[in-house]
Structures are given as C-alpha cells and as structure tokens.
C-alpha cells in the first residue's frame, strides 16, 4: 500500500495553527490518498452540487460520455442514469476502487454501462470520440497550467464534430479573512472540520479536512487531510480554451459553492 503523508508544517493559516497544537499525533495525508478517499466519498455521497446543471447541459447533446477525474463516482452514476455509454477516467487507484465498487451496487445494472479507466486527464489517448466530455467540480483546477494545456489537446481530439466539453470552475465573490472554517456531515452521519485557506490574491486554495475540535481524542492519532486547488475565474479559463482550440459557447451559473465563492459551468466547442 502507498500512502502520501505530508508535514503539517506545510499547511497554512488557521488550520496549520490548529494541527500544530495536535503535536505529533496529527497524520496528514492528500484527500485522495488511500487515507483520504473514504472520507471524499462521505462527503461527496450528500453533495448535488452541478449535477442538475450538467445533466441539462449533457441532455441536449446525445451520445456517449467521457467523464475525467471521476472520483467515486458522484457524477458519473447521474450520468449513467441519462441511459448514455459513459467512460469514467480518474488517476488514483484508491477513487477507481470505490468507483467499481459503486458501479457494482447501482441499481438496475447502470453500471455495465460504464466504462472505468485509470489515467491522467492532461495526458490521455482512449482511441475513440464522445459527443460530451465532462469534467466537473472545478477540477480543472487540480492542474498546473502544462497539465491544463495537455488536458485541452487530449479533449479535443476526443470530441466528436459537434460534441460538447463541460467543464466547472469557480467565480470569486471577494472579500472576507483568510480562513474559512465550516463544518459539514457526510453521508454516514459523520461529522468534518473543514478550513480554506485563501488570502486575497493567492492563486491556490488549500482546504483541510480534520475532526471538530469537540471529537478529537485525548491522545492517539488525529488524522487531517489536504488538497490545493488553484483559483481559475471563468474569464480566464475562457480564453485559456479558446488559445487551445476550445470556444466557450455557454455558461451557466451554479448555486453558491460556499460563501466566498461561486460556480460557474461552462460548455465548450472544438474550433
Ligand atoms: C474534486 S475530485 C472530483 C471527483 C468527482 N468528479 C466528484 O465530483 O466527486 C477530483 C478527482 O480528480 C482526480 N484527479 C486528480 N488529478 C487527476 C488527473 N491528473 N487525472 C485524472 N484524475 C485526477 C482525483 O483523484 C479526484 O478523484
């Protein structure tokens, strides 16, 4: 088993602050490390968030589907349920695991439909076409800007002529401190600490995920997980695709992804 461990030492603002009280006992890992991918689901399992818009958006366009960075599958079982051929792309053996695992236990066979592959979005060759490549929850942001160019060759020559690229980012709503810290409940009931690190200006994002204060231990371990995530505004990654052969022909606002920041998806052309 590969684990990533980070030092705390690296994460910033409130919740570095908050880990470095927890001493030693604190293990960090990334979010979607064999450690962290439990939790991601949990979490993903009682999040809607996009799937209203995107299905709508993915509707209009029929044929089959590629879905990149699938996760555990949060989006691609609402696609299936569309009645498309769906392939689900994602990197991290962990998230691939539990996406078959899901697939298995869909209703009414969805999930022979689905097509699981495990690779990387900005460097992949499937050797077919889709009329609708999805990738959604602002992932394209998980990618440094080689990543995001290799990503938008690799889309476009797995569009079919008229087919869509659906991709969501987020818009700043600006203002307000550094950290932001909420709690939020997974779909087992279980509860999460969740700080966001972002001061004003900064390109990347860093939200940690840790137990409330109130459920941490007297001793033994306390386990943190972390992602960074880059901050590409829509106008931006609008121009970054058209520079790459990618005309934004649509967008469609989202439902507040938390009280700095909102959604934005957008639908993309190959030129
Ligand atoms: C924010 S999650 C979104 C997962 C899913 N779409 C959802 O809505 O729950 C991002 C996913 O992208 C995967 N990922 C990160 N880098 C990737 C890459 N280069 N290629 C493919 N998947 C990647 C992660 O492992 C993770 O499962």
């Known amino acids: 088993m590969t684990t990533t461990t980070t030092r705390t030492a690296t ?3 409130l919740a570095g602050q908050v880990l470095a009280g927890y001493g030693d006992r604190v293990t960090l890992h990334d979010l979607y490390d064999e450690a962290g991918a439990s939790v991601y689901h949990d979490l993903a399992a009682v999040d809607t968030t996009e799937i209203r818009e995107l299905l709508r958006s993915a509707r209009a366009v029929p044929g089959p589907v590629l ?3 699938a996760g555990s599958g949060r989006l691609t079982l609402p696609l299936l349920a569309l009645g498309r051929e769906v392939t ?3 990197l991290k053996e962990s998230m691939v695991a539990l996406l078959r695992e ?6 009414a066979g969805i999930g022979r439909r689905c097509t699981v592959v495990r690779g990387d979005m900005s460097a992949f060759d499937l050797g077919g076409t889709y009329a609708v490549v999805v990738l959604g929850t ?3 942001s998980l990618l440094d800007a ?4 290799g990503l ?8 079919m002529p008229g087919g869509r690229f659906l991709l969501s980012t987020v818009d700043l709503t600006g203002g307000g401190p550094d950290d932001l ?6 779909a087992s009931g279980r509860r999460y600490r969740m700080i966001e690190n972002w001061p004003a200006g900064h390109e990347v994002r860093k939200v940690t995920i840790l137990p409330p204060e109130r459920e941490v231990p007297e001793d033994g371990p306390v386990l943190a997980l972390t992602t960074s995530i880059r901050v590409l505004p829509p106008d931006d990654l609008t121009r970054e695709l058209a520079a790459a052969g990618l005309r934004v022909v649509a967008r469609h606002a989202l439902p507040a992804a938390s009280p700095r920041h909102t959604g934005v998806l957008l639908e993309a052309e190959a030129v």
């Not at 899901?102 to 209703?107: F, G, M, Q, S, V």
């Not at 938008?152 to 569009?159: D, E, G, K, T």
């Open 88 to 90: 689900a792309l994602e």
């Open 146 to 149: 080689g990543g995001r160019a």
């Open 102 to 107: 899901r697939l298995t236990e869909a209703p």
């Open 67 to 69: 879905e990149l960075a």
């Open 11 to 13: 994460v910033p603002g």
């Open 138 to 140: 602002t992932s394209v």
């Open 181 to 186: 810290d909420v709690e939020a409940m997974g």
């Open 152 to 159: 938008y060759a690799s889309v476009r020559s797995h569009l």
